[in-house]
C-alpha cells in the first residue's frame, strides 16, 4: 500500500534515468497519467503509453536521452506532500533555474505547467519541479 503514489512515479522515473533505463512501467491511475503527459509536452519523456491489463492497467513511460546518452532529466522533486500541501498563486509560481525548468501545478482546470499558468493566470498546488 502506498501512500503517496505521485512519488512513486516520480522516484521510478529518477532510477530509471539514473540506470539508464529506456522505460519505467507502473500501475495506472489519471494523476500519474497526467503527470506524465505535462512531463512529456515539456519535452522530458519521449513517450507515454496506458497498457490495459487484466488485474491493472500499466502506464509505460519512455524516457528521453540527449544525442550522446546525457540525462534530459537531472532532478525530480516532489513539492507538495501528503503531509504538508504546497498552494501558490501564479504570482508566486516558482521560476525553476531561472526558466531552465518546470513546475507541475495541479489547478481547477487540470495539471500543467508553470508556463502554462502563468499564460491562463491560475494557480493551484505545486505538485513537483522537473529541471
Given amino acids: 500500500m502506498w501512500t503517496d503514489p505521485i512519488a512513486d512515479l516520480l522516484t521510478r522515473i529518477r532510477n530509471g534515468v539514473r540506470n539508464g533505463s529506456k522505460q519505467v512501467s507502473l500501475p495506472h491511475s489519471r494523476m500519474k497519467q497526467a503527470v506524465s503527459e505535462v512531463l512529456k509536452q515539456e519535452g522530458y519523456i519521449a513517450d507515454v503509453e ?8 500499466v502506464l509505460r513511460l519512455t524516457l528521453k536521452y540527449g544525442p550522446r546518452g546525457e540525462r534530459v532529466i537531472s532532478s525530480i522533486r516532489r513539492e507538495s506532500k ?50
Wanted: net charge positive; glycine share 12%; aromatic share 4%.
Fill in 82 to 131: 501528503a503531509g504538508c500541501r504546497k498552494y501558490v498563486s501564479v504570482d508566486k509560481l516558482p521560476k525553476v533555474l531561472n526558466g531552465m525548468g518546470i513546475s507541475v501545478v495541479s489547478t481547477s482546470r487540470g495539471l500543467m505547467s508553470d508556463r502554462k499558468c502563468r499564460e491562463m493566470k491560475v494557480g493551484g498546488e505545486l505538485v513537483c519541479t522537473v529541471y
Fill in 50 to 57: 496506458r497498457i490495459e491489463g487484466k488485474p491493472r492497467d
